[in-house]
């Protein structure tokens, strides 16, 4: 193994296939020799790193091919204690209406076939050449796939028509495979670098040749009118057409959103920092999906868990009922009274919870499903939630394509019953949702699985910034409240970019890049 950074390429580096068999990956559209130069057998070494924290790294390497970092930005227990950094993917897949694209070593290929497919496929051929990991206790990373899955791929997993306009380019799925990360603990305050040896090397040579990058100041950036894909009294008249639906038995509930569109100048990287400022997450992330063939930046700050996976543990974390926070303490306590006595709310949540149970039954040990919190309530930097644990033991034979199929995109984002709930929602929102209301996270070389519910997330892609809001339509709706609700949530977006909502006084205010993060 390497020893120093004597000789590091600033390019893409690969390792020629050594040991996978062949036939543990199936993909029409790839070949033998593609196989061999996109998959690799190798050990899996940790070291522990003492250079930076993950912002700081994260801040080193901006600019590099993919970046991502997954950002527990803020930290509450276990929820939202790790951080994972990472760079340079040794391949990547991308998925859009018209195919698959697999770009590493071998060249660009088109694969044929569902992108669901192809992409569990990918994984668990990574994931049979990692050699045992030797990890620090608890160690959530080990090298792996990170990236998003667009809410839209849930047309696949369903099989529906598509009949929403997409007016961004974005993939529908964008993971790379990373063979080294920064891995950060937040409660410990250290971090480690773990991943195949020589990958490793690699990652430390690039953190230690760009220190003291993270103290660079932020670029000075911009963002005009946010207008909304639909207007304020668009948006009432799919509420009520909605409950048309309900009062009809075709659903209980279905979640509804609006988009709001932006010009900037705003560098992605810097106006992410920008926003952890303002709205710090447990599962916020930076993602940089752009490449040869197109993609976008991707914002978070969502404070949703979608599906964790260890070993046969498998947990989801739904979010439903929320109030905006209150500008004096004692309006901020009334709020979240309010919430909490909601009879409204509550059944929604209890749609929702009922939903998820159904949702992990279908690939869980017989009566293993359990509901270890219900209804919590969650406070963030703009909003209070209820929230709700839901978890199970998986089937042994259950893989990573069947756990998706089984619980994508999210209830809470959904509706109830989802497959209808998820017709009405291609029915009544004009433009796609893209990475919003899909799934941002990792799958780890050696197994587990943590996903968000990617909301609060933004996107951006050719000076344009996306951003989607919504919320739970029940019978008793009211579609005046559920508008001032969608604009209650973004809010902190909005402040991030320094601009107004529509029917809100315009935000002039400074947010630094990196503020204080505590609730």
């Known amino acids: 193994m390497a ?21 543990r990956l199936r993909l029409p559209g790839l070949h033998r020799t593609d196989i061999g130069r996109c998959f690799v057998s190798a050990p899996i070494t940790v070291e522990l790193w003492l250079g930076c924290d993950a912002a700081a790294g994260a801040a080193r390497l901006r600019g590099r091919p993919g970046l ?4 527990s930005a803020l930290v509450e227990g276990n929820l939202g204690r790790w951080s994972v950094v990472a760079s340079d993917p040794r391949w990547t897949l991308t998925a859009y209406e018209d195919g698959v694209l697999l770009e590493c070593a071998g060249g660009p290929r088109r694969l044929t076939g569902g992108a669901l497919h192809a992409f569990a496929r990918l994984i668990e051929a990574e994931q049979s050449a990692a050699l045992p990991v030797h990890a620090p206790a608890g160690l959530p990373f080990a090298g792996g796939a990170i990236g998003y899955l667009g809410f839209e791929l849930g047309r696949e997993v369903e099989r ?50 760009a220190a003291g990058r993270e103290a660079d100041a932020p670029r000075a950036g911009s963002a005009g009118l946010l207008r909304p894909n639909l207007t304020r009294q668009a948006y009432l008249s799919a509420v009520q057409r909605a409950r048309a639906y309900i009062a009809a038995g075709d659903i209980y509930q279905v979640n509804l959103t609006q988009r709001f569109s932006a010009l900037t100048d705003y560098d992605g990287f810097d106006l992410y920092r920008r926003l952890r400022s303002v709205s710090p997450a447990p599962f916020a992330a930076y993602l940089d999906v752009r490449g040869a063939f197109g993609g976008v930046e991707v914002l978070s700050s969502s404070p949703e868990r979608f599906l964790r996976v260890d070993g046969s543990h498998i947990e989801t974390r739904p979010i439903k009922g929320t109030r905006p926070r209150g500008v004096t303490p004692a309006e901020d306590a009334r709020l979240a009274a309010e919430l909490r006595a909601s009879k409204k709310d509550l059944a929604e949540h209890v749609m929702i919870v009922d939903l998820e149970r159904n949702d992990l039954g279908r690939i869980a040990v017989p ?14 930097r703009q909003v209070h939630h209820l929230v709700s644990t839901v978890e199970a033991e998986r089937t042994p034979d259950v893989g990573l394509e069947a756990t998706l199929r089984a619980t994508f995109p999210g209830g809470s984002i959904s509706g109830a019953p ?15 949702r893209g990475v919003y209301c899909g799934s941002i996270g990792y799958i780890s070389a050696h197994g ?4 968000n519910i990617a909301i609060r997330t933004i996107t951006l892609a050719d000076g344009v910034a996306h951003l989607h809001v919504g919320g739970a339509i029940v019978h008793d709706s ?42």
Do not use: N
């Open 68 to 71: 991502a970092w997954l950002d």
């Open 418 to 432: 989802k497959v209808r709930a998820l017709e009405i929602i291609d029915e009544l929102e004009p433009t796609v």
């Open 448 to 451: 587990r699985i943590d996903l």
């Open 160 to 209: 529906l028509p598509a009949t929403t306009r997409d007016d961004t380019g974005a993939p529908v799925l964008a993971f790379g495979w990373y063979d080294a990360a920064l891995v950060w603990d937040g409660l410990a305050q250290r971090g480690w670098l773990v991943g195949r040896p020589e990958a490793v090397v690699a990652l430390r040579c690039r953190l230690e040749a």
């Open 367 to 380: 009566g293993s499903v359990r509901v270890p919190s219900f209804a919590a309530l969650e406070s963030y």
């Open 3 to 23: 020893s120093s950074c004597e000789g590091l390429s600033s390019r893409r580096t690969f390792v020629p296939f050594a040991g996978l068999p062949v036939q």
């Open 478 to 519: 009211d579609p005046d409240a559920e508008y001032d609700e969608t604009l209650a949530k973004a809010r902190g977006m909005a402040r991030a970019l320094g601009v107004a909502l529509p029917d809100e006084a315009a935000v002039v205010e400074h947010v630094p890049a990196e503020a204080p993060v505590h609730p």
